[in-house]
């Protein structure tokens, strides 16, 4: 491998010398620049707006890489796993954070100043972006999953909304108020294959009706009647009641239908709020109301937790000007200059207690407690009824679980639009999760 | 053809002009619409147009940087890739030799690989040359896979070419080199031309390598349209004009040199 | 026509050959040698815990899955698809354009505009502005007809992706076959067209065969772009829904980058190139011998 790698380098300078005379180098780099990967939710977007004041403040430059989440996980997985060192900062989830901090691939982050105060991010999301008892990356937001409704369509129809809706209750108002003739659709529920889309949602379903992905001994349970109650439950829900194409909705299309008034009900992240409680972006911010997530047999991982949240990888040659950009960035002050430039509903819910003890964001979210309360008692030690070797609500926090998760969205989506049947898209995605854990030796 | 069929062809002929136009007039009117008017159903054609997608891109991303890295990328590739392969194609055309077939094939076979297969070996390479966002990897590696097409077009127009002029040059004195520059080359160029104008559309669209071998100082226009694609909320009118600034470069070129592109874009099936 | 090798050039051509020879063979051997190792290993790049030499077994995994004779058939139709499509639309096309009428060049620079466009926002478009069965613009005209809406990616996912990659390419076989054509001897037209043969005969008869030649080397070159259709795929369907659009790039691509299983991929990636050579082997071939090459 290294002997390859020498030939090339001796073959490749040749090559080179033609497109290097043309090119010169772009590898010139002052000390004080360091690169962002960030995906491009409208959060993260606001936050490459304002760094502009941080860069002024320290007198270092950002250069900022900006992608769509799925190109985003790849780009940068490819980067640490071979510890390419192209980024000095990283946007990562809470499924990775603790995965990789336990390799670590990631910068420890302690010693953060007391004027960062620590103590004011939710224990539970620090928690959860820690392994072995280290801190490896600061939240930048957090979410959980409610349900969403329209209030005028639930009055008109004489419908009330119980503080704690059940999933038969959700499928009878679905019916009601499913309307096909003007493109008013009962329930909108992700369908887009993916592990961080329609699994997202899915998993939360299969826990309350009991289920589970993995016993004890790491066997997939995906045969299992709970998981077949709950895909059926999922798809017929869908068939009657949904929009077409539902299977290419993910996050952002769902938001968009329901900004637009296509939806009665949505059940997803809650930092979809901000955006329909905005009268610029949504035809419907004063009709939209929100309750709990739905839940079916048990209340156990019904609603999910999940946190964007920013880290340094250990092959940064910056780590203490990215330090500092990462305290500026989760900071209690700059979630102020987000809601004095655009308004306190927009800033970036979930991570800290002081944001939910400000009257001007409770007034502006009306959202606010109900998203903290679903933040604070989402478990994700005791995602299932049954024990279960793993973390993660809506996720299995192991590195496999991107695979199997893709693999298993996809027979889903194909039993959603009729391609395979429930009993057949189960069946394959137990002998393909099977498989996976057999090779990676969780199993004999 | 009499008067009748040919008005009914030319109708067929115009329509079908249109129709497959249509995607992109529909994009470039979507771009100037409001979010809320871009999903409008029944679909609005006439509105009030408004500048605001753009004005939101140029504040958002560079949006020159990255044309521009697409520029050098696309230009320095064409050359690169022309320096090996006008030499190569000479030779075949002009000396073929027994394996000459077998080797064309051997190349055009190369083009064939999924790049995202050898993704992981690539990524190792380019780090530890120190290649990683630069545009000299991406000009390597762009060159690399465009290059058994550019051999195989250049061969093909070679091939046309009379060989007695070469001969006779051989045999005024002239060496090979000199034989290509100042003979070959004049009488070649349209094929020249067309085969650099593929080479240039092929580069400035390829978005897997662009993507994964870039991070931000070699970041092209692929990578620009994946910081624009499925954003939250609504997001049809700023993605189109996103996708109107990423093609229209390459469109408006494409539209001045396709007389030049037709000319050249045989790969010898003209006889 | 064809020509007979100079015989008195004592020309050595090797270090013509050599650079772009040396270059393609670095450029496919260095990747390809790791890869076949990597095929051989135990190599996740999210669990470097996991590593070791794995045998055979990422290629019996793979061959084991009952996916992989769907995938591997989904690449082939997506190729065979879109060549009937393209070649057909655009002998068809050419024909027309090789008429001279008003306004000519223009309609020509509409017809070829999609080949400029890059894969993935032609992609964009046709999925969130045409084809999206709420928003889109069919599903209005259906609405507006009266007509069922029409679910693209959900119902009728290769259908799509056939039509979106058709519209991508039918331009390139356009331009081919028009080239072709306007080098038919226009005396051969007149002969024919006085003996009484209509427009219809004169494309079946004389225009067809005398694209011949044409139509291989588009054959050949779309083969080649089209087994690699990956950006169309990956921004619509993802693949789905099921296996219905995943073709063997894709599934490289889900082991590589979603599973981050380099392994399995690489098993992916081998069968891939053997693939990709049976097929040089005879298409290409078959090909290049009509072209005399």
């Not at chain 1, 709990?292 to 910056?318: C, D, M």
């Not at chain 3, 259709?229 to 659009?245: K, S, W």
Request: contains cysteine.
């Amino acid at each position: 491998m290294r002997h390859h790698a020498q030939g090339m380098k001796h073959a490749a300078a040749g090559l080179m010398l033609a497109g290097g005379l043309l090119l010169g180098s772009s590898a010139a780099t002052t000390a004080a620049t360091i690169t962002i990967a960030t995906v491009n939710n409208s959060q993260m977007v606001e936050m490459q707006k304002l760094s502009t004041q941080w860069e002024k403040e320290t007198g270092n430059k950002i250069n900022w890489v900006v992608l769509e989440e799925n190109v985003l996980r790849q780009r940068v997985t490819t980067d640490i796993a071979t510890h390419g060192g192209q980024f000095d900062i990283l946007t990562i989830g809470s499924y990775e954070t603790p995965i990789w901090g336990k390799q670590n691939w990631l910068v420890s982050l302690d010693g953060f100043p007391a004027s960062y105060d620590m103590n004011d991010v939710f224990p539970s999301v620090r928690e959860a972006l820690s392994a072995n008892g280290k801190l490896y990356a600061v939240p930048f937001y957090a979410e959980s999953s409610f349900t969403y409704y329209r209030k005028d369509l639930f009055d008109k129809a004489g419908l009330t909304m119980p503080s704690q809706p059940k999933y038969d209750e959700v499928r009878t108002f679905a019916e009601k108020l499913t309307d096909r003739a003007h493109e008013q659709y009962g329930i909108c529920l992700r369908g887009k294959p993916g592990w961080g889309e329609n699994m997202a949602y899915l998993d939360t379903l299969v826990n309350t009706f009991g289920g589970r992905w993995f016993d004890e001994n790491w066997k997939p349970q995906l045969n299992t009647p709970a998981w077949h109650q709950a895909v059926s439950f999922y798809i017929d829900m869908m068939h009657k009641y949904g929009p077409p194409g539902a299977n290419s909705n993910g996050f952002n299309e769902n938001q968009a239908l329901f900004a637009t008034g296509h939806c009665a009900m949505w059940i997803d992240a809650t930092s979809g709020a901000g955006l329909l409680y905005d009268r610029k972006q949504s035809q419907v911010a004063d009709k939209v109301a929100f309750t709990a997530a739905p839940i079916a047999k048990v209340p156990n991982g019904a609603h999910w937790f999940w946190s964007w949240a920013l880290a340094i990888p250990e092959s940064s040659k910056n780590v203490a000007v990215a330090k500092s950009f990462l305290q500026w960035s989760t900071s209690r002050a700059y979630i102020e200059t987000v809601g004095k430039t655009d308004g306190w509903t927009v800033v970036p819910p979930g991570t800290r207690k002081s944001t939910y003890e400000n009257p001007q964001y409770l007034k502006a979210a009306p959202f606010a407690d109900f998203v903290k309360n679903a933040i604070m008692t989402a478990d994700l030690n005791h995602p299932t009824a049954e024990k279960v070797p793993y973390t993660g609500i809506q996720y299995v926090a192991i590195p496999e679980f991107q695979a199997i998760g893709t693999t298993v969205g996809q027979m889903i989506a194909g039993a959603l639009t009729g391609q395979m049947s429930v009993d057949d898209a189960l069946k394959e995605a137990q002998a393909s999760v099977a498989a996976t854990m057999q090779q990676a030796g969780y199993t004999q | 053809m009499s008067k009748a069929p040919l008005r009914i062809a030319v109708a067929i002929a115009w329509l079908a002009a249109l129709l497959n136009f249509f995607p992109l007039a529909w994009m470039l009117l979507a771009s100037f619409k409001t979010e809320v008017q871009a999903i409008a159903s029944p679909p609005l054609f006439f509105f009030r147009p408004t500048l605001d997608n753009y004005r939101g891109i140029f504040a958002q991303q560079d949006y020159a940087s990255f044309a521009l890295n697409s520029i050098v990328i696309s230009l320095a590739t064409t050359l690169l890739m022309l320096l090996l392969a006008v030499p190569a194609a000479f030779a075949m055309a002009f000396y073929p030799g027994a394996k000459t077939r077998d080797l064309l094939l051997w190349m055009l076979s190369t083009k064939m690989l999924p790049a995202v297969g050898v993704l992981v070996p690539i990524y190792l390479l380019a780090r530890d040359l120190h290649l990683l966002d630069t545009l000299t990897a991406l000009v390597i590696v762009n060159t690399l896979s465009n290059l058994p097409i550019a051999v195989w077009m250049l061969f093909t127009f070679f091939r046309e070419t009379p060989k007695d002029i070469i001969e006779a040059s051989r045999i005024d004195g002239a060496n090979v080199l000199q034989t290509i520059f100042l003979v070959l080359l004049p009488l070649v160029l349209p094929g020249i031309a067309s085969t650099s104008l593929l080479s240039i559309i092929l580069c400035w669209n390829e978005a897997f390598w662009s993507l994964n071998l870039s991070a931000h100082n070699a970041a092209p226009l692929t990578a620009f349209i994946a910081s624009f694609s499925a954003p939250q909320g609504l997001f049809w009118a700023r993605l189109s004009a996103a996708s109107v600034l990423a093609i229209a470069p390459i469109l408006v070129f494409g539209w001045i040199s396709q007389r030049q592109l037709v000319r050249g874009l045989t790969f010898g099936a003209v006889k | 026509m064809q020509r007979k090798p100079a015989k008195a050039a004592r020309v050595n051509t090797f270090p013509l050959l050599a650079p772009s020879v040396l270059a393609l063979l670095v450029w496919m051997t260095v990747p390809l040698a790791i890869t076949v190792w990597f095929s051989f290993r135990r190599y996740n790049l999210l669990n470097p815990m996991l590593h070791g030499f794995a045998g055979f077994n990422n290629y019996r995994f793979l061959i084991a899955d009952p996916a992989l004779s769907h995938i591997l058939l989904t690449t082939i139709v997506l190729v065979v698809a879109i060549l009937a499509i393209t070649v057909s639309l655009g002998a068809v096309m050419a024909a027309l354009f090789n008429l001279s009428f008003p306004g000519r060049g223009i309609a020509r620079v509409l017809m070829i505009s999609p080949f400029f466009v890059m894969p993935t926002v032609s992609a964009l478009i046709w999925k969130n502005l045409l084809m999206h069965p709420v928003n889109g613009l069919f599903a209005a005209i259906a609405r507006g007809l009266g007509l069922p809406v029409i679910d693209w990616f959900g119902s009728l996912p290769l259908l799509s992706i056939i039509i979106i990659v058709s519209w991508e390419w039918m331009p390139f076989a356009f331009l081919i076959l028009l080239t072709a054509l306007q080098s038919l001897d226009q005396e051969q037209l007149e002969a024919a067209r006085l003996d009484g043969a209509g427009p219809v005969a004169i494309f079946f008869h004389i225009q067809i065969p005398h694209m011949a030649r044409a139509i291989s080397v588009v054959v050949m070159m779309e083969t080649i772009f089209l087994l690699g259709i990956f950006a169309e795929i990956y921004v619509t369907t993802a693949g789905g829904p099921g296996i219905a659009t995943t073709n063997l790039p894709f599934l490289i691509y889900q082991r590589a980058l979603l599973a981050f299983n380099v392994g399995s991929a690489s098993a992916a990636g081998v069968i891939a190139i053997v693939l990709a050579n049976i097929i040089a082997a005879f298409l290409i071939r078959t090909i290049a011998k009509r072209l005399d090459v």
